[in-house]
């Protein structure tokens, strides 16, 4: 993978594996973490499992597959980011207040966002 459309989809993967990784079987995790966590190649994959390029490819494939499908059907990142936008956005407004009024409001959104 290059450029930018790599790192947004290496983003995309790392955000939907923190949502539904432990429902991944362990060898998906495991294949998942290795290339998108600790960047290792399809390669260096395939020689510390002792299988091809190829397998650890569909492996791959695979495991983006199922998570892509978890959110199509689940919605949980998605959800999680709307949430998120929402919170930055008060904030935002809180921030216009008078003084006395921004702190019990930002300590509510803190711990919303906690």
């Given amino acids: 993978m290059h450029g930018e459309n790599a790192l947004e989809r290496t983003n995309r993967i ?7 990784g432990p429902l991944l079987t362990e060898k998906q995790q495991t294949f ?3 290339y ?9 994959i395939a020689a510390d499992f002792d299988i091809s390029r190829q397998a650890v490819y569909e492996h ?3 495991a983006e597959q199922v998570l892509e499908s978890y959110e199509e059907k689940l919605g949980l990142a ?3 980011e709307k949430l998120q936008a929402g919170l930055d956005l008060l904030e935002t407004q809180i ?10 409001l ?9």
């Fill in 14 to 20: 790392n955000v939907l594996f923190d949502f539904y």
């Fill in 32 to 34: 998942l973490k290795c």
């Fill in 36 to 44: 998108y966590h600790d960047d290792y190649s399809l390669g260096e």
């Fill in 60 to 62: 791959l494939k695979r």
């Fill in 78 to 80: 998605a959800r999680h």
């Fill in 95 to 104: 921030g216009r207040l008078p003084e006395n009024h921004r702190e019990p």
């Fill in 106 to 114: 930002l300590q509510t959104a803190k711990r919303l966002r906690d």
